[in-house]
């Protein structure tokens, strides 16, 4: 009996919804999207490729629902989104009602007037939505607000560029760790003190996002460094607002790097792994990419930028993939993030001049790879590697 009532319980809560939404909701069918809110890259992404599939099906957007069943990790953003987006609907459930929502949303999906939007739809690679999306701008209220910071950090009328780097620290402090390895895709904040005393000269502001990281050694930075990760207490809108008026942002394929995309500031992408063509097109038009460059341990050979586009490996394994394959994985020297940043600092204020013998090498880098999936896109978007990077590793185009 007791069984019974248990089974009873969520089938006449899942009707009980199903009158309810169809109350509020005269439009059909009605599309709900799982949106997977507790990391910024997942509740970002998952968000706007849904905005692509809808152009690519040529849906209306006032049959979509997003429900949510976890925190936020940024609550500002889900409502900037919100605010941006009227024509969506978007609820937030208790987590331990998951089933029952689901359990409705399949009833409705028997009589054909809902679907739930399946996750490789809203999670598709070799895309791009970066130019075929608009760009989200600030509204008046934001933009005042945003003022506002550059008082507070003492950027007023300054040009300044955002930093992101990918620690470990954040994931474990917030118990967000999944089980698997990915010590390999963090790098040193260090690493950009060279690039940032170079953007000092040029009077512009280095400026370092993100929360709960690696303290970054004071003493190798210039005095107008501004590091928000060590102020505590932060509102959660002050990333989103100063990333949309950066000069430019530099970061690496994390979730926070979705974030400078949503406005389509230009991107520098540094330490990148894992490198694939179809995951590289995903960033702003115009982005430049700096791969971690791989090596065999047994002979200190240096993988082609072909092999490591190739490579076959899950990024979602409880050790170090490359290790079992007896691979090392070489992080970008400051030295080439540094040549890297001047390039897209020349590029953001319309003053880079890429020579006939550069071209080459761009030419014979895409050359060499047409035939990877996501290649086509990247060309489309004109993103590519730094040019003194392929310069410096030429004899890795092959």
């Known amino acids: 009996m007791k069984y019974q009532y248990f089974l009873f319980l969520p089938i006449s809560l ?28 997942h509740l970002l992404y998952n968000h706007e490729i849904y905005k692509y599939f809808l152009k690519q099906e040529g849906l209306s957007p006032g049959s979509s629902v997003f429900i949510i069943f976890q925190k936020p990790s ?17 609820i937030v459930f208790p987590r331990y009602i998951k089933p029952v929502i689901l359990y409705f949303i399949r009833l409705l999906e028997t009589i054909r007037i809902a679907y739930l939007i399946p996750w490789e739809k809203i ?26 910071l550059t008082h ?16 470990s620290k954040y994931l474990t402090t917030l118990g967000l760790l999944d089980g698997n390895y990915h010590d390999y895709r963090d790098f040193c904040f260090n690493d950009l003190s060279e690039l940032s005393k170079f953007l000092s000269s040029e009077n512009v502001i280095s400026v370092r996002h993100g929360a709960i990281q690696e303290r970054p050694n004071s003493l190798t930075f210039p005095l ?21 008026n950066c000069l430019f942002f530099i970061g ?16 520098l992408l540094i330490n990148y792994i894992p490198f694939r063509l179809d995951e590289v097109c995903i960033w702003t038009k115009g982005s430049l990419i700096l791969p971690k460059l791989i090596k065999e341990i047994s002979s200190s050979r240096y993988l082609s ?3 490591i586009l190739s490579l076959d490996y899950n990024i979602h394994e409880v050790t170090c993939p490359f290790k079992k394959k007896g691979l090392e994985v070489i992080d970008n020297s400051p030295e080439d993030i540094l040549e890297a940043g001047k390039q897209m600092y020349l590029m953001c204020i319309d003053s880079y001049y890429r020579t006939p013998y550069f071209s080459h090498l ?31 590793y030429s004899y890795l185009l092959y």
């Open 123 to 148: 999670h598709q690679r070799d895309h791009i939505a970066s130019i075929l999306l608009k760009p989200y701008v600030l509204s008046i209220a934001d933009s005042k607000n945003f003022q506002k």
């Open 74 to 90: 940024n609550q500002f953003l889900l409502s900037f989104l919100k605010r941006n987006n009227s024509k969506f609907s978007y």
């Open 14 to 41: 899942g009707w009980l919804c199903f009158f309810i939404f169809r109350i509020l909701f005269k439009k059909y069918p009605l599309y709900f999207i799982e949106l997977y809110a507790s990391r910024i890259g």
């Open 305 to 307: 930028f072909r092999e």
């Open 362 to 392: 761009q030419s014979q880098f895409w050359l060499l790879v047409s035939d990877l999936k996501g290649a086509s896109s990247c060309i489309t978007l004109q993103i590519c590697i730094p040019d003194s990077f392929l310069d410096k």
């Open 224 to 244: 107008d460094f501004v590091d928000l990760t060590m102020i505590e207490r932060r509102s959660s809108c002050e990333d989103v607002l100063l990333i949309a």
């Open 152 to 167: 507070k950090y003492l950027i007023v009328d300054k040009k300044y560029v955002s930093m992101h780097n990918r620690d």
């Open 252 to 267: 690496t394929c994390t979730g926070f790097s979705h974030l400078p995309w949503l406005f389509r500031k230009p991107q």
